[in-house]
């Protein structure tokens, strides 16, 4: 129970990081949140906003990216046997 509620503050600032910092924070955030949270989802959303947010072009390359980081942070975390 208290892991889901870290979870949800830090989705929070998140959400709130794409309004008010610049977007390689917010990346950066949510690199960080897929190495600490077991399937952290929420990367996938986060760079689909960031896509809709600041992307010029057709082509969603950051949403891209957010799917390859999550199936790389979940390959490192098998790696490295990091269980939570």
Known sequence: M??????ILFD???LISLGILP???????????????PRFY????????IDGLYSLYIVPW???A???????SRIVR????IER
């Open 2 to 7: 208290k892991d889901r509620g870290t979870r």
């Open 12 to 14: 929070i600032v998140l």
């Open 23 to 37: 977007w390689w924070i917010t990346a950066i955030l949510a690199v960080g949140g897929a190495l600490y949270f």
């Open 66 to 72: 957010a799917i390859i980081l999550f199936i790389l």
């Open 42 to 49: 929420e990367i996938i959303i986060v760079g689909a906003i």
């Open 62 to 64: 950051t949403t891209i």
């Open 78 to 81: 098998g790696i490295l046997r």
